[in-house]
């Protein structure tokens, strides 16, 4: 008897022991598990603040000496007009692309969404566009839209359409541009809003049908509102991309010509790589990320007031 | 329900779905056609549908030792080197990336650290990381510590493209599987090494290889990184975009090496179609 209960006051204290420890092994094994991944990625993070210290310094590749300047390099840029030109071609390709490929990718998404034979059959199709390389995509449409002898300009013909210039020229190279990010990612939108319709309540649709409700107004009063939040999202995701896009433009034009789409990224590249002066380029990219996080957070709160009212 | 269509709206969608696909798939049909064509085919106006195919463009693109016996002169290409670093730095890029990340994915699926939903958020948000603010002091830095142009030097780097996506497909793809299943193993005693090595892993397996598929294509999309860190250790991006530098009449040659780029990603929509929607739009859809 005393022999039992002294073995069971010995033993629960034990167990609780023999639990704890392995609770904070396992913990450890989670830590150590995660720590590698962690590490690696605040390297980047840590080169991330450093280009933004080196907006802050005048740079320039082979310098021995490099001078805190503070604000000069943005005080400079902004006086200039090739600065606001780079702005403003960022924010009309984003806005231009990621505004086309919101619209024709839910007319794609609709398409495919209505299940006839050939949309089962073609679905892989959708991804092709989004598993090539961009810079394969860019020289691709480089050799299409040749304002000599492209195909592009072949096809036009055939509708009766004189030669285009495509991106050799600074009055339609903006819009080319933009053509070809449509084609490239208008399926990134279709496939997330196609995602979207399938989410959508069978019975709600058919009740509406039932209460009289045509097949345009059943789109939009009862679709349209339930997959605006993915349209958001999307929009969101290719919006930051696209203000970041550099592989088509740098593919196709390189900014050119004149300086008809040179953006922010492409100006970026050219002042710290061509021009060697880091400290210029890294305030170009700064700003950049800078116009990347306002729209990002723009887009976020019209996605969280759309998607309170769906409820 | 699928709803009854009159046969003529049938039509008309089905028509409509054909043109769409017609639009996305005719480039690529376009590109393969020029790479088969002869110089001068490409050249005429109208362009040409029907002709002769031929496969001297590749010839000239993986021929270093008969550079100059073409019809292009005497022009160098060497395609190989650049498609074989490309090949190196995605695959390890991959391994790396699975070796580090699959681990964090696990931990954030199913272990309780703290901040935990802080690091899952600060490792999402590499996935709109401006690149090129990166890349602008990494090049001092690479020069300085010797890992311009090398292989190890260039798939760290990627690890910023390829990391953050391989801890959460893992992460969601962990989710997935039923937490009992573990439970119960645990409880019969397996050590926790072991449960995740015999039970959790077999069973991520066709997640992790999609997954794999997905990060792979990322890597070998990648253009910006190979342009600034790396010089005879480029990837098959960068070395596309040389073969535009001599001029219009390089058009076939660039349309060859076009295809060679475009193939392995092609493959992986055969392979895997379903991974790489899901990849492709993970973080918008879940």
Same mark, same amino acid.
């Given at each position: 008897?005393?022999?039992?209960?002294?073995?069971?006051?010995?033993?629960?204290?034990?167990?609780?022991?023999?639990?704890?420890?392995?609770?904070? @092994?396992?913990?450890?094994?989670?830590?150590?598990?995660?720590?590698?991944?962690?590490?690696?990625?605040?390297?980047?993070?840590?080169?991330?603040?450093?280009?933004?210290?080196?907006?802050?310094?005048?740079?320039?590749?082979?310098?021995?000496?490099?001078?805190?300047?503070?604000?000069?390099?943005?005080?400079?840029?902004?006086?200039?007009?090739?600065?606001?030109?780079?702005?403003?071609?960022?924010?009309?390709?984003?806005?231009?692309?990621?505004?086309?490929?919101?619209? *024709?990718?839910?007319?794609?998404?609709?398409?495919?969404?209505?299940?006839?034979?050939?949309?089962?059959?073609?679905?892989?199709?959708?991804?092709?566009?989004?598993?090539?390389?961009?810079?394969? =995509?860019?020289?691709?449409?480089?050799?299409?839209?040749?304002?000599?002898?492209?195909?592009?300009?072949?096809?036009?013909?055939?509708?009766?359409?004189?030669?285009?210039?495509?991106?050799?020229?600074? #009055?339609?190279?903006?819009?080319?541009?933009? *053509?070809?990010?449509?084609?490239?990612?208008?399926?990134?939108?279709?496939?997330?809003?196609?995602?979207?319709?399938?989410?959508?309540?069978?019975?709600?649709?058919?009740?509406?049908?039932? #209460?009289?409700?045509?097949?345009?107004?059943?789109?939009?009063?009862?679709?349209?509102? *339930?997959?605006?939040?993915?349209? *958001?999202?999307?929009?969101?995701?290719?919006?930051?991309?696209?203000?970041?896009?550099?592989?088509?433009?740098?593919?196709?034009?390189?900014?050119?010509?004149?300086?008809?789409?040179?953006?922010?990224?492409?100006?970026?590249?050219?002042?710290?790589?061509?021009?060697?002066?880091?400290?210029?380029?890294?305030?170009?990219?700064?700003? #950049?990320?800078?116009?990347?996080?306002?729209?990002?957070?723009?887009?976020?709160?019209?996605?969280?007031?759309?998607?309170? @009212?769906?409820? | 329900?699928?709803?009854?269509?009159?046969?003529?709206?049938?039509?008309?969608?089905?028509?409509?779905?054909?043109?769409?696909?017609?639009?996305?798939?005719?480039?690529?049909?376009?590109?393969?056609?020029?790479?088969?064509?002869?110089?001068?085919?490409?050249?005429?106006?109208?362009?040409?549908?029907?002709?002769?195919?031929?496969?001297?463009?590749?010839?000239?693109?993986?021929? =270093?030792?008969?550079?100059?016996?073409?019809?292009?002169?005497?022009?160098?290409?060497?395609?190989?080197?650049?498609?074989?670093?490309?090949?190196?730095?995605?695959?390890?890029?991959?391994?790396?990336?699975?070796?580090?990340?699959?681990?964090?994915?696990?931990?954030? /699926?199913?272990?309780?650290?703290?901040?935990?939903?802080?690091?899952?958020?600060?490792?999402?948000?590499?996935?709109? /990381?401006?690149?090129?603010?990166?890349?602008?002091?990494?090049?001092?830095?690479?020069?300085?510590?010797?890992?311009?142009?090398?292989?190890?030097?260039?798939?760290?780097?990627?690890?910023?493209?390829?990391?953050?996506?391989?801890?959460?497909?893992? @992460?969601?793809?962990?989710?997935?599987?039923?937490?009992?299943?573990?439970?119960?193993?645990?409880?019969?005693?397996?050590?926790?090494?072991?449960?995740?090595?015999?039970?959790?892993?077999?069973?991520?397996?066709?997640?992790?290889?999609?997954?794999?598929?997905?990060?792979?294509?990322?890597?070998?999309?990648?253009?910006?990184?190979?342009?600034?860190?790396?010089?005879?250790?480029?990837?098959?991006?960068?070395?596309?975009?040389?073969?535009?530098?001599?001029?219009?009449?390089?058009?076939?040659?660039?349309?060859?090496?076009?295809?060679?780029?475009?193939?392995?990603?092609?493959?992986?929509?055969?392979?895997?179609?379903?991974?790489?929607?899901?990849?492709?739009?993970?973080?918008?859809?879940?």
């Amino acid at each position: 008897m005393t022999l039992q209960s002294s073995t069971s006051q010995l033993a629960s204290p034990k167990d609780k022991a023999v639990t704890s420890a392995q609770d904070s @092994r396992l913990d450890w094994w989670s830590i150590a598990a995660i720590t590698p991944a962690i590490i690696v990625l605040l390297g980047f993070l840590f080169l991330f603040f450093y280009g933004v210290f080196q907006s802050l310094t005048d740079l320039k590749f082979g310098r021995p000496l490099v001078h805190f300047i503070g604000l000069n390099n943005y005080a400079a840029l902004i006086k200039t007009g090739d600065f606001w030109n780079s702005v403003r071609a960022t924010l009309v390709y984003a806005g231009s692309a990621v505004l086309a490929q919101a619209v *024709l990718g839910l007319a794609l998404a609709k398409l495919f969404a209505t299940d006839v034979f050939l949309a089962r059959v073609m679905r892989p199709v959708i991804l092709l566009p989004l598993v090539l390389p961009p810079m394969s =995509v860019a020289l691709m449409w480089t050799t299409m839209m040749d304002p000599q002898n492209g195909i592009m300009n072949y096809l036009l013909s055939l509708a009766g359409i004189s030669r285009f210039a495509w991106i050799s020229d600074p #009055n339609t190279a903006m819009f080319s541009l933009v *053509l070809i990010d449509v084609w490239t990612y208008t399926p990134f939108f279709a496939l997330i809003i196609f995602a979207g319709l399938q989410g959508i309540n069978e019975e709600i649709k058919e009740a509406a049908r039932v #209460n009289g409700a045509k097949g345009w107004a059943t789109f939009l009063h009862i679709e349209l509102p *339930l997959i605006t939040p993915y349209i *958001l999202i999307a929009a969101v995701f290719r919006l930051i991309e696209s203000l970041n896009q550099f592989d088509i433009i740098f593919g196709t034009t390189q900014g050119g010509p004149g300086n008809s789409t040179s953006v922010l990224s492409v100006r970026a590249y050219i002042t710290a790589f061509q021009n060697l002066a880091f400290g210029r380029g890294a305030a170009l990219m700064v700003v #950049n990320w800078m116009i990347v996080l306002i729209g990002t957070f723009a887009m976020v709160k019209l996605w969280r007031l759309v998607r309170q @009212r769906v409820g | 329900m699928r709803l009854k269509r009159p046969t003529s709206t049938n039509l008309i969608l089905n028509l409509l779905v054909g043109i769409c696909a017609l639009i996305l798939a005719f480039p690529l049909v376009w590109i393969v056609m020029t790479s088969l064509k002869q110089q001068a085919e490409v050249m005429t106006w109208p362009p040409t549908f029907l002709f002769v195919p031929t496969l001297d463009n590749f010839r000239v693109l993986f021929d =270093v030792a008969q550079a100059g016996a073409t019809s292009y002169g005497t022009i160098k290409v060497d395609f190989l080197t650049p498609i074989t670093n490309s090949v190196v730095i995605a695959l390890g890029s991959v391994i790396i990336s699975l070796l580090i990340g699959v681990p964090a994915g696990y931990v954030l /699926a199913r272990r309780d650290i703290p901040l935990k939903e802080d690091i899952a958020f600060f490792i999402l948000g590499f996935r709109f /990381a401006p690149v090129l603010l990166v890349v602008i002091p990494l090049f001092s830095v690479f020069q300085a510590i010797g890992l311009y142009d090398t292989y190890i030097g260039m798939i760290w780097v990627y690890q910023v493209v390829t990391l953050p996506m391989i801890v959460w497909l893992s @992460r969601s793809y962990i989710e997935e599987i039923p937490k009992d299943i573990e439970e119960a193993a645990a409880m019969d005693g397996a050590k926790p090494v072991r449960v995740v090595l015999h039970i959790v892993l077999p069973l991520l397996k066709p997640g992790l290889i999609g997954a794999s598929l997905l990060i792979f294509l990322l890597a070998w999309h990648n253009f910006a990184l190979g342009l600034i860190l790396s010089s005879t250790k480029a990837p098959v991006t960068v070395a596309l975009l040389k073969l535009l530098n001599p001029g219009v009449q390089f058009y076939p040659v660039m349309a060859a090496g076009l295809v060679v780029t475009m193939v392995i990603p092609v493959i992986l929509i055969v392979i895997g179609q379903r991974h790489l929607e899901r990849g492709l739009t993970f973080g918008a859809v879940k």
